[in-house]
């Protein structure tokens, strides 16, 4: 209800599903999540906004690195950090949540960060405990073999180095 006050939460299993799995992410029972669903089925929503702020919320020196396909949908999963952070009923459960930072990085007073990443991005080097990667490829582009082989790359080039120490959820 705070990121779509105007749209109506259809309660489906797939929701418990999902959420389960995310809080045993949010607990360090699972290290490693890829989680496929169609769109508009919440799981952006759930994977790159909430959990981050239910993270943060519980462990604000947590460093958390989230990766999107695209510059835009980057911009959006901040804007949504940004306004459930900013939410009255998580400003009631987290008043210790105040973010601050250019775009791009949410920096929390007790040291914990929110990174903006883009696939394809250098990444080497910032570490993270928590990785989030939010569709990876456009649908239009999953049959474009270079395409698909250089996001791989990439991934085994930059994610590979990043993940060591940290969970990653591929959403």
């Given at each position: 209800r705070e990121l779509n006050s105007n749209q109506p939460l259809i309660d489906t299993w797939?929701?418990?599903?999902?959420?389960?799995?995310?809080?045993?992410?949010?607990?360090?029972?699972?290290?490693?999540?890829?989680i496929n669903l169609p769109p508009r089925c919440l799981k952006s929503l759930a994977a790159s906004i909430a959990?981050?702020?239910?993270?943060?919320?519980?462990?604000?020196?947590?460093?958390?690195m989230s990766i999107a396909g695209s510059r835009e949908l980057a911009g959006d999963f901040e804007r949504g950090t940004q306004e459930l952070m900013?939410?009255?009923?998580?400003?009631?459960?987290?008043?210790?949540?105040?973010?601050?930072?250019p775009s791009g990085n949410l920096y929390l007073p007790?040291?914990?960060?929110?990174?903006s990443c883009v696939v394809g991005r250098i990444l080497v080097g910032r570490g993270a405990d928590?990785?989030?990667?939010?569709?990876?490829?456009?649908p239009a582009r999953v049959h474009d073999e270079p395409r698909r082989g250089a996001i791989n790359k990439w991934f085994d080039a930059e994610v590979i180095?990043?993940?060591l120490l940290a969970t990653l959820i591929v959403a």
């Open positions: 797939h929701i418990d599903v999902l959420t389960d799995y995310l809080e045993r992410v949010a607990k360090g029972e699972i290290k490693r999540l890829i959990l981050p702020v239910w993270m943060h919320g519980r462990n604000p020196a947590l460093k958390i900013r939410a009255p009923r998580c400003r009631a459960l987290f008043p210790h949540l105040k973010p601050e930072g007790h040291g914990g960060q929110r990174i928590l990785i989030v990667i939010d569709d990876p490829i456009a180095l990043e993940r």
